[in-house]
């Protein structure tokens, strides 16, 4: 069993930055793959970036560019940096464990607005 945590969401004004964390209960390096997921109103969930025990890391198109992900497998943690926000970032962020199956934290809500 995988317990997730997100912290960092929140408001954010447009070409801002955000850090989102993902606090993981188990040793990160024992989980295959860690992504970040959002959900917009109306939208289904969609991948934004993931990255792998190996430290690959592969982004959505509207990612790519103005997001990074990184492990931090001291504090068993995965941080999402985007930077250049928009208003279509806003959305419901989910942090995403695969190890044997398929775990989700519940989500935490980033609107980007002025």
């Known amino acids: 069993q995988v317990q997730l945590v997100e912290s960092g969401g929140g408001l954010v004004q447009p070409r801002g930055s955000l850090r989102l964390s993902c606090a993981a209960s188990v040793l990160i390096f024992s989980i295959n793959t860690m992504g970040w997921y959002r959900q917009a109103p109306g939208k289904q969930r969609e991948l934004v970036a993931q990255i792998t025990s190996g430290g690959i890391a592969n982004y959505a198109d509207s990612a790519k560019g103005r997001c990074t992900i990184s492990r931090d497998n001291a504090k068993n943690t995965v941080i999402l940096q985007m930077n250049s926000v928009k208003p279509e970032d806003t959305a419901v962020y989910y942090c995403?464990?695969?190890?044997?199956?398929?775990?989700w934290g519940q989500g935490t809500q980033v609107t980007v607005s002025s």
């Open positions: 995403q464990a695969s190890r044997f199956t398929i775990y």
